[in-house]
């Protein structure tokens, strides 16, 4: 299982963010993530770092580590441009880009209606993310549908990309994978380094190819938990 982390993405500045993607990435951690909100969910008054141009400085900065979005939502974005952008930050790193795709949910409601973007029923976006996941995979770029909703299961499995959940029980993670299936994870971990290795060594045990741990604030810690769980 490869072992990633979302970054401090909530500033007024990218340095946070660029200097945590470095350090990862010499540490041995195999990707970093970016969210792809206007601001921290349900804290509109605080700052976010649009994912777009974030993804670019990581791609110039970092050499080896995996770049990814956890989740870019469909929707924010003309489904063309979104993909353009995505296959130009694939390029830029030359390859090193994993494309999580989402359609939003009702916590995201309130970012769009305060920018005037529409918020589209769910099965206008799942039917949008589809036709971006397909146009990415043919480029070759590894896709990511995130959502526990059966048809985001489905979605992934058309597409041949996997599923990404959030904050989901290993149960659930071993259930889908029992189905054929790929899984990967994404969520906060909590302890210190002990009880993050056991809780990654869990979700590897239940079949999962990715756990992207939520910002913690200590690298160091996730490394030394990665170091104990074994990695391709």
Known sequence: MRIGTTLPQFRDGADAALAAARRAEELGLDGV???DHLWPMGQPARPAIASGPLLGALAASTRTIGIGTLVARIGLLPDEVLVAELAGVSSLSGGRL????GTGDHLSRAENEAFGIAFEPP???RVRLAAVAVALVARGIPVWVGGRHRASVELARTVGGAVNLWGAPVEQVRSLVDEGVEVTWGGPLEGGVGSIARQLAALADAGATWAVC???GSLEEVAAAADRVPRP
């Open 33 to 35: 993530f970016c969210f």
């Open 214 to 216: 939520g910002w913690s």
């Open 123 to 125: 099965e206008v976006r």
């Open 98 to 101: 994993v494309a999580g795709l």
